[in-house]
């Protein structure tokens, strides 16, 4: 049932940062165990819906896990999650550190009631810092990571943010990868830690990987900055009745291209003979890149550029991407009834586990679906459920589909 079947999360995360992140220990067959406030996430309420609370971006970033609602105002609430800290393997949070030590969940106090506990913060900026206690959105650690200055630097001059939620994701999937870490040293050591994966860091690091450039050297060598990534001119190529996704990128492909459309002349020319003098003159060369590919039609390139092995691929809408061959052929994309929410459309998750498969997916879930079931697993008596429902400590959904086998 998947390489991390056994171990099981306390998600306290909300929006898409923490929850794409928790939702991949998930596909790999974690028990996430997803504790909302009684007003639920509200990245619930984004997008076209059913039903209320359950849009699209919601149910595609929180599969594969069950839902509890608590409230953490309530010395009950509080409660209920120091019983379920004891046997769980790993706790996710994103709010503010100082936000969770208010309410009494900080790692100290959790460290004592569950010693094994990985304790895991995704938040805006590492805590050794003036930031420390900011809040963050994607947003705004893009522009801070440079990603809006570089756009505006490659196109028109006019500074914009990448349309998705690039700083979410990264991050998300930085975390993940150290739970697992922390996970395997607990393994070693018998003992749970703190985890901190900041936005702010991670996202800098992510973008002057490619980006730092001359300024890698005291003194710099340059202003800093990919060539090749900052032209202009790296774009989808427009044919004569679409675009291509092309990329000529070493000398043997180099050469097969321009034997393919028979212009090698242009290998006399010093300013495309090798890779080292191509990076110079980046903007020339694509500039008259631009200018080759307007000559055929979109179908007569992909049928020039496979054959002579070059790397390419179609621009894709959101038409024609659900429609793709290879998505179909490895089934990515799929169709699942919901039990409320009817058929929608699935993305499989990316990894396979060829050794430990993960199970059946199991749907994102409704606000408290899973509250009776999660309680009476950690001890609590069916009546002990009831009256902290009935002081408002915690919620359970009422659908049809919930089990409530006292």
């Given amino acids: 049932m998947g390489p ?33 406030a009684p007003q639920g996430d509200v990245v619930r309420q984004i997008g076209p819906a059913r039903h209320a609370d359950m849009g699209p971006i919601f149910l595609n970033t929180n599969r594969n896990k069950r839902a509890l609602t608590v409230d953490l105002k309530k010395p009950e609430g509080v409660q209920v999650l120091h019983r379920l800290v004891k ?8 709010v503010r550190p100082q936000a969770m ?11 004592e009631i569950n010693p094994r506990l990985v304790y895991a913060g995704v938040f805006g900026f590492g805590q050794d810092g003036p930031y420390a206690a900011r ?26 943010y990448v349309p998705t939620a690039m700083a979410d994701r990264i991050v998300g999937t930085t975390a993940v990868g150290a739970i697992l870490a922390a996970l395997l040293a607990r393994e070693r050591t018998g003992r749970g830690q703190r985890v901190d994966v900041p936005m702010f860091e991670t996202m800098v690091g992510f973008v002057l990987g490619d980006h730092l450039g001359g300024l890698t050297f005291d003194p710099p060598l340059d202003a800093g ?26 000398d043997k492909q180099w050469e097969s291209f321009l034997r393919a459309i028979e212009l090698t002349s242009l290998l006399q020319d010093e300013r495309f003979a090798t890779f080292a003098q191509r990076s110079r003159n980046i903007d020339f060369v694509y500039e008259r890149l631009v200018r080759i590919f307007e000559e055929r039609t979109t179908a007569e390139w992909m049928r020039v550029l496979e054959e002579a092995d070059i790397p390419m691929m179609p621009m894709h809408d959101f038409d024609t991407v659900l429609s793709d061959p290879h998505l179909s052929a490895t089934g990515f994309f799929g169709l699942t009834e919901h039990p409320t929410e009817g058929t929608i ?62």
Avoid at 87 to 93: P, S
Avoid at 101 to 111: H, K
Avoid at 146 to 160: C, K
Wanted: with cysteine.
């Fill in 345 to 406: 459309r699935t993305m499989r998750a990316p990894a396979s586990f060829h050794g430990t498969p993960p199970g059946e997916m199991r749907h994102a879930p409704n606000v408290g679906e899973h509250t009776r079931e999660i309680l009476r697993e950690a001890g609590y008596a069916a009546s002990d459920v009831d009256s902290l429902i009935a002081s408002g400590a915690v919620q359970a959904a009422a659908s049809a589909h919930e089990d409530r086998t006292p």
């Fill in 135 to 160: 809040p963050a959105y994607d947003d705004l650690i893009q522009g801070a990571a440079t990603l809006p200055y570089l756009i505006a630097r490659a196109g028109d001059g006019t500074p914009r």
């Fill in 225 to 250: 900055g990919y060539p090749r990534q900052l032209s202009p001119y790296r774009r989808p190529y427009r044919t004569r009745d679409g675009y291509v996704c092309a990329l000529v990128y070493n």
């Fill in 4 to 36: 991390l079947q056994g171990i099981r999360i306390i998600d306290m995360t909300s929006v898409l940062m923490g929850p794409f992140a928790t939702q991949q220990l998930g596909d790999m067959g974690a028990d996430v165990i997803k504790v909302e």
């Fill in 87 to 94: 046997d769980a393997d790993a706790l996710v949070y994103n």
């Fill in 101 to 111: 030590a208010r309410l009494g969940l900080g790692y100290d106090a959790l460290a």
